[in-house]
């Protein structure tokens, strides 16, 4: 039994097509069908059969997909034993993390890591909440963020490493910046700018309207914290900023809503048998020390300088 016909079965059952395996393990699509057929010839039984313009695995295909996953653990366990055995773990480590959180996690990570042989590759992606899971299929670390329960997670190794709390960001001067915190009848009487519908951050705009029985009145939809900060500086406009990373010496206040829970996880997702590598194991032990320190320094309440 060939072990990569296995890990080939896996991956179409991950990306869900052929031309989607082929690209992301630098193959044509010919390539990839043909060593298809030589799985099938060795397990002497069809593994794929066609669904519209592509294919799909068969009964058999979706048992052995399932199946290689363990294989590729206990693989990924031996080579982290002999990592272990051999002294210094080395390797590329690769790492996809929503910019906001990468922020306050990021610069200790590799300062840390940079005296080792383990070399971080980073890329910062910032996308809908649920889409997360889906990119532990090519990188080794993915850092996501929830209010809830992760979506999505069925089968990942899931390790929250911070819960951090999400504010309303105003100008200084800002008629709701005199009182310490907010209720949600207030933030419906301001307009906001929102983030995309369903990011984490619009959870907030969401408890907002539950509690008050009011809509929210959004004037933009962005994604990018440090743009969202620069308008609310010269609006009378709010956000919902992350309390850790957002400056609140340039020009900000932050303040809580009261009576609801606002925090977000952020949390690292793996697929099992790349969280197995030593080199991997050893980054996220630097994620969650990063964390510990970021939580330690991070105030009670919002800092500000004005307060009533």
């Given at each position: 039994?060939?072990?990569?016909?296995?890990?080939?079965?896996?991956?179409?059952?991950?990306?869900?097509?052929?031309?989607?395996?082929?690209?992301a393990?630098?193959?044509?699509?010919?390539?990839?069908?043909?060593?298809?057929?030589?799985?099938?010839?060795?397990?002497?039984?069809?593994?794929?059969?066609?669904?519209?313009?592509?294919?799909?695995?068969?009964?058999?295909?979706?048992?052995?997909?399932?199946?290689?996953?363990?294989?590729?653990?206990a693989?990924?366990?031996?080579?982290?034993?002999?990592?272990?055995?051999?002294?210094?773990?080395?390797?590329?480590?690769?790492?996809?993390?929503?910019?906001?959180?990468?922020?306050?996690?990021?610069?200790?990570?590799?300062?840390?890591?940079?005296?080792?042989?383990?070399?971080?590759?980073?890329?910062?992606?910032?996308?809908?909440?649920?889409?997360?899971?889906?990119?532990?299929?090519?990188?080794?670390?993915?850092?996501?963020?929830?209010?809830?329960?992760?979506r999505?997670?069925?089968?990942?190794?899931?390790?929250?490493?911070?819960?951090?709390?999400?504010?309303?960001?105003?100008?200084?001067?800002?008629?709701?910046?005199?009182?310490?915190?907010?209720a949600?009848?207030?933030?419906?009487?301001?307009?906001?700018?929102?983030?995309?519908?369903?990011?984490?951050?619009?959870?907030?705009?969401?408890?907002?309207?539950?509690?008050?029985?009011?809509?929210?009145?959004?004037?933009?939809?962005?994604?990018?914290?440090?743009?969202?900060?620069?308008?609310?500086r010269?609006?009378?406009?709010?956000?919902?900023?992350?309390?850790?990373?957002?400056?609140?010496?340039?020009?900000?206040?932050?303040?809580?809503?009261?009576?609801?829970?606002?925090?977000?996880?952020?949390?690292?997702?793996?697929?099992?048998?790349?969280?197995?590598?030593?080199?991997?194991?050893?980054?996220?032990?630097?994620?969650?020390?990063?964390?510990?320190?970021?939580?330690s320094?991070?105030?009670?309440?919002?800092?500000s300088?004005e307060?009533?």
């Amino acid at each position: 039994m060939d072990v990569r016909h296995l890990e080939l079965l896996r991956e179409l059952a991950d990306r869900g097509s052929v031309t989607a395996v082929a690209a992301a393990t630098h193959r044509t699509p010919s390539a990839v069908s043909q060593q298809l057929r030589t799985a099938e010839r060795e397990f002497g039984t069809a593994l794929v059969e066609p669904e519209g313009r592509g294919l799909r695995l068969t009964d058999a295909g979706r048992l052995l997909a399932d199946e290689a996953r363990g294989v590729s653990r206990a693989l990924a366990e031996v080579q982290a034993r002999f990592d272990e055995f051999r002294g210094q773990p080395t390797g590329v480590v690769t790492l996809a993390a929503l910019p906001s959180a990468a922020t306050f996690l990021l610069p200790q990570v590799l300062a840390e890591l940079e005296p080792t042989a383990i070399q971080l590759e980073c890329t910062d992606v910032d996308i809908s909440e649920r889409e997360y899971a889906g990119l532990v299929t090519d990188f080794d670390i993915v850092i996501g963020h929830s209010l809830r329960r992760p979506r999505g997670a069925l089968n990942l190794r899931t390790t929250i490493l911070a819960r951090e709390p999400l504010d309303i960001a105003m100008r200084v001067g800002h008629k709701l910046a005199r009182r310490r915190q907010l209720a949600a009848r207030e933030l419906v009487d301001v307009e906001w700018y929102g983030v995309p519908l369903g990011y984490p951050f619009d959870t907030i705009r969401l408890a907002v309207e539950a509690e008050s029985g009011r809509e929210v009145t959004i004037t933009q939809r962005l994604r990018d914290n440090r743009l969202i900060e620069a308008l609310v500086r010269e609006s009378d406009r709010v956000a919902v900023l992350p309390r850790f990373t957002t400056p609140t010496n340039a020009g900000l206040v932050l303040r809580p809503i009261a009576g609801l829970d606002t925090g977000r996880h952020v949390i690292a997702m793996q697929r099992p048998d790349r969280a197995e590598r030593l080199a991997v194991r050893r980054t996220l032990e630097a994620f969650r020390r990063a964390a510990a320190a970021a939580q330690s320094r991070a105030p009670a309440s919002p800092p500000s300088h004005e307060r009533s």
